[in-house]
């Protein structure tokens, strides 16, 4: 099996799920859910709900969400919501072995909904769903505009258990070169009304690497949401990608070696500073404080649990296959792929996705374990595919050693070392099978 070139730079792919979605295609035969989930186990399962709005689309960021809605807008797209619901609770078949362990709702920017419209949001998963929300891991994620008292009262009366809020910078000047125009002081402000909810964990989103940034003002950034003692922090690496604000402004030629020096210079003077302050790395971007409440469910794992995913932006996954809808950056496909999500009837198929075989579950495990800083427990992969991984994954494992970035002291365990958990997003994409390369160089960016 041929691995992957070595990397250009230590930031190939910000790697969140893998595949990623430019590998999903259209699916011919559009196999109903029912028959996808009948074999499955649905008794630790995971549900997220996706809103594609936000208030102002920042200049860093290809998800997929449109700025703003016409009048009717977000209450079409609750409808369509509770019909997908409708459709996928049914499919999942009796409601006896159906068992949702953690919820969130993601996007875009949830809170862009009224409290009313949260409200329901809530009863869908709730009702439509049987997602117990005030009895699991909820995680919401907010921006400071609408992280409004009314919004977070309805999130904390329904059970929120984790409040992401994305900052990006307390500098206001940085903020505006990340083309995410606020104020300081609307963000404390922000931060004020979450801590009043009683939301018990807060996360802030911060961002390394905007124009202008040096180590004294990264520093800064981070003293500042420090002072508000956040359970968690995510430190996130900027990207300039393609369709997005900020590379239409700035579309580099190549790799920039001095980008990539001045984003590791911030990503290892900003993770040294939280490990100062008593938080504990879980990833190359993800920080908890040692002494926060516990959050996530025990008894779920990504790398081998399924996933519901409701909305026009999110995927779903079963054993054998990943599914989704159209994705697109561009803001006039993204507008399209709603419009023809709030008009939809028929949400009993998966339209477009990627299908799982053996190997590539094998792959997904193992990427998935790695980017964590507690690593793959071989014992566990063993039990799930009969194999040890350097029997499947030899040279891939043995690449990631000769650079420094596995350690493999522990037999009982592969985990990377300090390096390479700052080299994330390039160990991840070094890890893609050549078919999910294949469909990712092949896909039409829109």
């Given at each position: 099996m041929t691995t992957a070139a070595p990397p250009t730079t230590p930031y190939q792919h910000y790697v969140y799920a893998y595949p990623h979605k430019t590998a999903y295609r259209r699916l011919p035969d559009r196999p109903a859910l029912s028959a996808l989930w009948a074999a499955e186990d649905k008794s630790a399962l995971s549900l997220y709900l996706h809103i594609p709005f936000c208030e102002v689309r920042c200049g860093f960021c290809n998800l997929f969400t449109r700025v703003g809605a016409p009048d009717g807008l977000t209450g079409a797209y609750l409808d369509a919501l509770e019909r997908q619901a409708t459709a996928v609770r049914e499919a999942l078949g009796e409601s006896d072995g159906v068992r949702f362990?953690?919820?969130?709702?993601?996007?875009?920017?949830?809170?862009?909904?009224?409290?009313?419209?949260?409200?329901?949001?809530?009863?869908?998963?709730?009702?439509?769903?049987?997602?117990?929300?005030?009895?699991?891991?909820?995680?919401?994620?907010?921006?400071?505009?609408?992280?409004?008292?009314?919004?977070?009262?309805?999130?904390?009366?329904?059970?929120?258990?984790?409040?992401?809020l994305g900052v990006q910078s307390f500098v206001d000047s940085e903020a505006r070169a990340a083309v995410r125009p606020q104020r300081r002081a609307d963000v404390e402000a922000a931060l004020s009304r979450i801590r009043d909810a009683g939301i018990p964990v807060l996360n802030i989103d911060l961002i390394y690497g905007i124009d202008g940034q040096t180590e004294q003002t990264w520093r800064h950034s981070l003293d500042a949401?420090?002072?508000?003692?956040?359970?968690?922090?995510?430190?996130?690496?900027?990207?300039?990608?393609?369709?997005?604000?900020?590379?239409?402004?700035r579309s580099p030629a190549g790799p920039d070696p001095a980008w990539d020096a001045q984003r590791l210079?911030?990503?290892?003077?900003?993770?040294?500073?939280?490990?100062?302050?008593?938080?504990?790395?879980?990833?190359?971007?993800?920080?908890?404080?040692?002494?926060?409440?516990?959050?996530?469910?025990?008894?779920?794992?990504?790398?081998?649990?399924?996933?519901?995913?409701?909305?026009?932006?999110?995927?779903?996954?079963?054993?054998?296959?990943?599914?989704?809808?159209?994705?697109?950056?561009?803001?006039?496909?993204?507008?399209?792929?709603?419009?023809?999500?709030?008009?939809?009837?028929?949400?009993?198929?998966?339209?477009?996705?990627?299908?799982?075989?053996?190997?590539?579950?094998?792959?997904?495990?193992?990427?998935?374990?790695?980017?964590?800083?507690?690593?793959?427990?071989?014992?566990?992969?063993?039990?799930?595919?009969?194999?040890?991984?350097?029997?499947?994954?030899g040279p891939e494992l043995d690449a990631l050693t000769d650079r420094g970035w596995l350690d493999t002291a522990d037999s009982t365990r592969l985990r990377l070392t300090p390096e390479g958990l700052a080299h994330s997003d390039a160990v991840g994409p070094l890890l893609f099978s050549p078919a999910v390369r294949a469909a990712m160089a092949a896909y039409e960016r829109k």
């Open positions: 362990a953690t919820a969130a709702f993601g996007g875009g920017t949830p809170t862009f909904l009224t409290a009313a419209e949260l409200t329901r949001l809530c009863d869908i998963a709730e009702h439509r769903m049987g997602a117990q929300l005030r009895t699991v891991p909820l995680s919401v994620e907010a921006s400071p505009a609408t992280a409004t008292a009314d919004r977070l009262a309805v999130l904390a009366e329904r059970g929120t258990t984790r409040l992401s949401a420090l002072a508000w003692r956040p359970e968690e922090l995510y430190l996130y690496p900027l990207y300039v990608r393609p369709l997005t604000g900020l590379d239409r402004h210079r911030l990503y290892r003077a900003g993770r040294d500073h939280l490990l100062a302050h008593g938080y504990v790395q879980q990833s190359m971007r993800m920080f908890r404080r040692a002494d926060a409440p516990p959050q996530g469910a025990d008894d779920y794992a990504c790398q081998t649990d399924g996933m519901i995913g409701l909305g026009c932006g999110a995927r779903s996954y079963t054993t054998g296959l990943h599914y989704s809808f159209d994705y697109a950056v561009g803001m006039h496909e993204i507008r399209g792929i709603i419009d023809a999500y709030v008009t939809a009837t028929d949400f009993a198929h998966a339209e477009v996705g990627y299908r799982v075989d053996a190997g590539e579950a094998r792959r997904r495990h193992l990427l998935q374990s790695l980017l964590q800083a507690k690593g793959l427990v071989s014992q566990e992969y063993h039990a799930r595919f009969g194999s040890a991984p350097a029997d499947d994954f």
